[in-house]
């Protein structure tokens, strides 16, 4: 799975809506039993959720030049991920570009 897009408007940012709307999603996720949950974003915003950077679970994202620092995995279940390595792919409404 992954997380976002996430935004908050300027006006209403530094009130804690991002961290909810985050910490509500991976509760959630964890719930239903998905094993990790991948973002692409600000590297000083999610490791405070348990963000790593995928590369070192050996996931890499589908998109050209993403940074490793933007590109991340926090994992909920690491037996299931021993030996998991590929390509993040997202929805294709995520490929279109304008």
Do not use: W
């Not at 799975?1 to 209403?12: E, I």
């Not at 000083?44 to 994202?61: E, H």
């Not at 390509?87 to 570009?97: G, K, N, Q, S």
């Amino acid at each position: 799975m992954g997380l976002g897009p996430l935004a908050v408007l300027p006006d209403y940012q530094g009130q804690g809506i991002g961290m909810g709307l985050s910490q509500a999603g991976m509760l959630r996720m964890k719930q239903i039993g998905y094993p990790f949950v991948v973002v692409l974003g600000h590297p000083g915003y999610y490791p405070r959720f348990g963000f790593n950077p995928a590369s070192t679970y050996g996931i890499r994202c589908a998109f050209e030049n993403v940074p490793d620092e933007a590109f991340m995995i926090c994992v909920f279940n690491s037996k299931v991920m021993q030996g998991v390595k590929g390509v993040a792919h997202y929805r294709p409404e995520f490929d279109v570009t304008s």
